[in-house]
């Protein structure tokens, strides 16, 4: 090619070319951000709706059916989501990996707006958000201090939360804990009923007489007025003398007939850090944005502006981050970044032992990186798990191109041809292999455009990268290689001790491979049969693999679910954790302990979620997994509660537990029912884990059953009852309050906890018909006991109960378990669905079959396409299930299982086999032409190729060796890729040498060339 002469001798225009893309690349390595995944999260959107005091029943009618109808014909919905709990409405949509989300919030919002009028009129507009409202927060700060809970609070909702929810990237900020400031009107119903008053007239007073208005002006000649028509009470004394009716011609105020209290809103929640009370303050991000930037923004205004402005006494602590992890895993792989180049130069040295030809393949290296850095930062990538793996391989891959090229350089100049002749020729001589097998490996990632899940998201990081990578490193192999060796690699008339030591060692094995090569070429149909069947006998540990989504993962983390019986009060709770905190504690790895009483949601007074952080991985003896395993023992003891232990959940999955489901169907009480019993079936296994119901429907109720014909002949209405006892029992909002400090605060009215503390005192209560008569409501109305579901969850429409648990079963046999059960237990009509990691397995399946039959076609084609030949690219994928075997035995062989990270090795295998056979036929091909018979073509040519061959295979095991040794964080996603990777390459390479040239030998035999 006059291209690689035009370098050779042009050799400033070969250095600028490997210049520019390394300047490129340095520059975006300083500006690629950090993060643990690519962008695989599904754009979500959460519709939350109030509408306070009604119950999930009234709920689920009449808000969340509305919305769900609404919004599920909008396109690219995929999976559609809802509960409804007391008081409120979340519908939870999941959008298509490729929908826009900026476009999905337009088409939501106008969705809601044609359906706004057919919400009830209590209820509050609705509010779209960005987030997942079962999404974990990514950062959890702990407040603490010599303080009231009550000022904790205070100051965190109206000064921390502020500060913190101006941050980009930030899609919620919550606040959890005791005290937030709310002035509660507590009425007492004897009194008003001795008074002749009703809460529905306090609640007029109240909108009546606490009024604030927009005001105008007023011109007086030269002078004008603002016209001020504030007439809001600002004090809770000035509140107290608000006129709420007459008691004949004396006023009634409002501190006559009720408690007027500047207080704390109902308690629902309580937090904890290392058994210290706080105010736990969770950071939210809106998915698909970067942990770590999102982290250190946060922790730089920390650091910057709010913790020098704390006022005494109180402290900010962190108590959960998950960007440590992050930063963890990534310094490790940036440090087998390291190692894999020494260790790969060190292969280029050995085979050559010459020092200047070792620096000149070394260059590909950073060159061939850099370029890949580059691509990434045009490409709004980051430096990830998936991209990191993606360079530390490149390491191994990039210099194959140069190894080719130099050693038929270094061939020629040794066999005493002048070096830039030799560069020109030698160049020439291996460059049509080299971009074969550099398309070659490009053209495996080309199906990763078909793949629409979070696996195809993974695979199109990790082809872009790679793709880019050597791309580059043919661009290095084909200019800059060349050029150095021409200036640079001169051919040693006379050898040191070392040098002829190593090539003692190379010349025996090239002897022991032309001694194997010549047997195997007498008897060609036994070689390629007994490769055949150790193909065979080593899928059988394709059965043997356990198969899992993600790898499990020492984050040093976790969380624990701890559920109290149904009905139990926040105190009974707190009082069962306090005993938990106690055990966890005597755990010699734990290193400190959140713990929020009321769970994240503060809506379940029997629910506590517990996060608990380890010590660094150097200063404990067991595992993440063996502590988990510890704790849950440890809290199980404690009497009264049921606990699960979970790893954190990762980027796309909601907390609770690894492997989650629902049960399906159209009718809400049998569904709650089969739920419940299939739970119990399931627990014939143990394997299984212990299930969580994600909502119980026990909650103890009281629910009114009224004599409709006694109520209308006393002149009132269903309306009338249910509006005065949802007043006297929801902590109605019935305003505003503002005092000076800057912040408005709810005015809530409901009955004093002493007037109404039995199920009977509601019967007592008294309401005003339409002439103004008193009527007792026991008179009309009864009060009944019933069960009822905590919340109500619907998917798809249909109403749903979930389940979850930790199983120590793989994921994929405890799926295979649960839906054999399923298919028997469950009655026509009802189904399960898997979620979160279950889903994605369950989708992706079909999924990877056909990549790896889509990536073994592209590679044909590709080839076919450069040999100008049907058989001979069939001939060079005969190592491909050499590879696939070799991968999955040495996974089996290791304890590694079958997972997105490993089937991501697999199908890269294809490619990188296929190098090897390409140089093999490649110069076999030339010798065939130049003359020799097919025999004496392969005896020659294949020993020259030997040590190339092994040169490229050694370079890629040595720099995927630091990732499979898994000694550092991230070892449980890096291990199984190097793993595959490695094995298939040793058990590939072993083989290959002999069948590609029998295959070839029978068919120019038999005429099959063409």
């Known amino acids: 090619m ?49 509408l306070p005091g009604a119950s999930p029943e009234v709920i689920d009618q009449s808000v969340t059916q509305v919305i769900e109808a609404a919004v599920n014909g909008i396109p690219g919905v995929d999976i559609l989501d809802s509960t409804s709990y007391t008081g409120r409405s979340s519908v939870t949509i999941l959008f298509d990996l490729d929908k826009d989300i900026n476009v999905a919030f337009a088409e939501v919002q106008s969705k809601i707006e044609q359906v706004r009028r057919n919400l009830p009129e209590q209820a509050e507009s609705p509010v779209i958000s960005k987030t997942d409202d079962n999404a974990s927060p990514i950062l959890f700060l702990a407040l603490t201090g010599d303080r009231t809970e009550r000022e904790l609070y205070l100051f965190a909702n109206n000064v921390l939360k502020k500060q913190l929810e101006t ?9 959890r804990g005791r005290g937030e400031r709310v002035i509660r009107v507590e009425l007492d119903p004897v009194q008003l009923a001795a008074y002749k008053l009703t809460a529905k007239e306090v609640q007029t007073a109240f909108a009546r007489e606490h009024r604030q208005e927009a005001g105008g002006y007023l011109t007086d000649g030269p002078r004008e007025y603002l016209v001020d028509l504030d007439q809001e009470f600002h004090s809770v004394s000035a509140l107290k003398g608000l006129v709420i009716g007459w008691y004949g011609q004396a006023p009634v105020k409002l501190g006559d007939v009720a408690r007027v209290i500047d207080g704390e809103a109902d308690v629902r929640a309580l937090s904890r850090f290392n058994h210290q009370p706080c105010v736990t303050i969770g950071i939210v991000r809106i998915p698909n944005t970067n942990t770590v930037a999102i982290v250190d923004a946060v922790l ?54 010459n020092w200047r030809a070792t620096l000149i393949v070394a260059l590909a290296i950073p060159v061939s990186l850099l370029g890949a850095v580059a691509v990434m930062y045009f490409l709004g990538y980051t430096f990830n798990a998936i991209s990191l793996l993606a360079l530390l391989l490149l390491i191994g891959v990039v210099v194959d191109d140069a190894i080719v090229v130099l050693e038929a350089i270094h061939r020629r100049e040794e066999n005493g041809e002048d070096p830039v002749p030799a560069a020109i020729h030698g160049a020439r001589e291996v460059v049509f292999a080299v971009v074969a097998a550099t398309l070659a490996l490009v053209a495996i990632f080309l199906p990763v455009v078909f793949l629409s899940s979070t696996v195809g998201r993974l695979f199109n990081t990790f082809a872009v990268v790679v793709s880019c990578g050597v791309l580059v490193s043919l661009l290095v192999a084909v200019t800059l290689t060349p050029m150095l060796c021409s200036r640079f690699l001169k051919a040693q008339p006379r050898h040191g001790r070392v040098f002829r030591g190593f090539e003692q060692v190379f010349e025996g094995l090239e002897r022991i491979y032309k001694v194997m090569l010549s047997w195997a070429l007498h008897h060609p149909w036994s070689v390629l049969v007994a490769a055949m069947l150790l193909v065979v006998a080593g899928l059988t540990s394709l059965s043997q693999l356990k198969v899992e989504f993600y790898p499990k993962e020492d984050e040093g983390r976790f969380q624990m679910s701890v559920k109290v019986p149904v009905g139990a009060s926040l105190a009974y709770n707190d009082d069962r954790t306090r005993l938990i905190e106690k055990k966890l504690a005597q755990i010699p790895e734990v290193d400190a302990v959140l713990a929020v009483v009321g ?15 380890l010590k660094p991985r150097a200063e404990r003896r067991h595992s993440q997994d063996a502590v988990m395993k510890d704790a849950r023992k440890k809290a199980r003891s404690v009497p009264g509660v049921k606990v699960t232990a979970y790893p954190y959940p990762r980027a796309g999955e909601s907390s609770g537990g690894q492997f989650k489901f629902n049960v399906v169907g159209p009718n809400l009480d049998e569904v709650g029912r089969l739920a419940d019993d299939f739970a119990n079936h399931l627990a014939r296994y143990p394997a299984l884990g212990s299930f969580d119901r994600r909502a119980e429907n026990r909650l103890p109720k009281l629910t009114l059953a009224i004599r409709h014909e006694a109520a209308a002949r006393a002149g009132l209405s269903t309306a009338d009852l249910l509006d005065a006892l949802n007043l006297l029992t929801s902590s109605a909002k019935i305003g505003n309050f503002s ?35 008193l009527v007792p409501l026991s008179s009309v109305a009864q009060v ?53 990691e279950a889903r994605e397995l369950d989708r992706t399946g079909g999924e990877l079959v056909s990549v790896f039959v889509l990536a073994s076609l592209m590679l044909y084609l590709i080839l076919a396409a450069q040999f100008n030949s049907f058989r001979q690219p069939a001939l060079i994928m005969l190592a491909e299930p050499l590879a696939l075997v070799g991968g999955l035995l040495a996974l089996w062989l290791t304890g590694q299982t079958l997972n997105v990270y490993s089937v991501i090795g697999l199908v890269l295998l294809i490619g990188l086999v296929a190098k090897n056979g390409i140089l093999l036929v490649d110069i076999t091909n030339q010798y065939h032409v130049q003359g020799l018979t097919v025999d004496e073509a392969l005896r020659v040519s294949c020993p020259i190729r030997l040590r190339p061959v092994l040169m490229t295979t050694l370079t890629v095991i040595l720099a995927m060796l630091p990732a499979a040794l898994g000694l550092s964080a991230g070892a449980e996603t890096n291990g199984p890729l190097a793993v595959a990777v490695i094995g298939g390459l040793i058990f590939s390479t072993v083989l290959t040498l002999l069948i590609i040239p029998c295959g070839y030998l029978l068919l120019e035999r038999h005429g099959l060339r063409r």
């Open 739 to 773: 005092d000076g400090d800057g912040e408005r605060y709810e005015v809530r009215l409901q009955a004093a906890d002493y007037a109404l503390s039995r199920p009977q005192d509601l019967e007592a209560v008294y309401l005003r018909n339409a002439s103004g008569t």
């Open 300 to 353: 730089k205004r920390l650091d910057t502006q709010i913790r020098p402005t704390l006022p005494p006494g109180l402290r900010l602590d962190i108590a959960g981050n998950s960007a440590d992890f992050i930063r963890e895993m990534v310094r490790a792989l940036q440090e087998h970044l390291l190692e894999g180049t020494l260790l790969a130069a060190l292969v280029v040295w050995v085979f050559l032992r």
């Open 167 to 175: 941050i980009d990237g930030v899609g919620e900020v919550g606040i």
């Open 2 to 50: 006059r291209l690689i002469e035009l370098f050779v001798r042009r050799h400033v225009l070969a250095f600028v070319l490997s210049a520019v893309v390394v300047l490129f690349g340095v520059v975006a390595y300083q500006r690629i951000g950090v993060d643990r995944y690519p962008a695989i999260e599904q754009p979500v959107l959460t519709v939350s709706t109030r």
């Open 784 to 836: 009944q006991h019933r069960l009822g579901p905590t919340q109500i969850s619907r998917m798809g429409q249909m109403y749903s109960v979930g389940l979850a648990s930790s199983p120590d079963l793989p994921l994929a046999d405890a799926m295979q378990l649960v839906r054999r059960e399923a298919a028997t237990f469950l009655p026509p009509g009802y189904r399960i669905e898997f979620l979160d």
């Open 599 to 613: 769970g994240f949601s503060g809506r379940n007074a029997y629910d506590t979620r517990l996060v608990v952080r």
